[in-house]
């Protein structure tokens, strides 16, 4: 079923997101293994989120499939 938006576009229900990950040089966690960051960022909106773990970067991508969702089903309406 195509999603649409409120001007009559079809929405893809996909999202596109950006990640950046790099080790912090000199930097180590307090069990002495190597300190790495990164960067998520939703290609459409451009909110992005400066993350330390996996489950962080996760949860940002869930939130903003989730905001978009919200948003498509508040234009349907």
Do not use: C, K, Y
């Amino acid at each position: 079923m195509d999603n649409l938006h409120a001007d009559g576009r079809t929405v893809s229900p996909t999202h596109a997101f950006v990640v950046r990950i790099w080790q912090e040089p000199g930097l180590t966690r307090s069990n002495g293994s190597l300190l790495w960051r990164g960067q998520v960022q939703h290609a459409a909106s451009g909110r992005s989120l400066v993350f330390q773990s996996l489950d962080e970067m996760l949860r940002f991508i869930q939130s903003q499939a989730d905001i978009l969702e919200e948003r498509g089903s508040a234009e349907r309406e």
